[in-house]
């Protein structure tokens, strides 16, 4: 799992700077990404809930890709 979300860190960086040129996104990957931020805040609060150690640390790294989808979502789609 750390290996998906590092690769998915690694994606979100690497696609904010190649569209991070542009003035804005498209409307499309602003509602797609806006769509993984929802995602991802409702992965972690599911792991939340689960009393696990693993779980809660699990928690923690999805809700700071969705902070990272966040700050993307802010600079370049409103």
């Not at 928690?59 to 989808?69: I, R």
């Amino acid at each position: 799992m750390k290996t998906f979300l590092v690769v998915a860190l690694l994606g979100v960086f690497f696609l904010g700077s190649l569209l991070a040129q542009q003035d804005k996104y498209p409307k499309e990957a602003c509602e797609e990404i806006y769509d993984a931020i929802g995602l991802f805040v409702g992965l972690a609060d599911n792991a939340w809930q689960n009393q696990d150690n693993a779980d809660w640390d699990l928690g923690t790294s999805l809700s700071g890709v969705a902070a990272n989808y966040a700050t993307i979502y802010q600079v370049v789609c409103e």
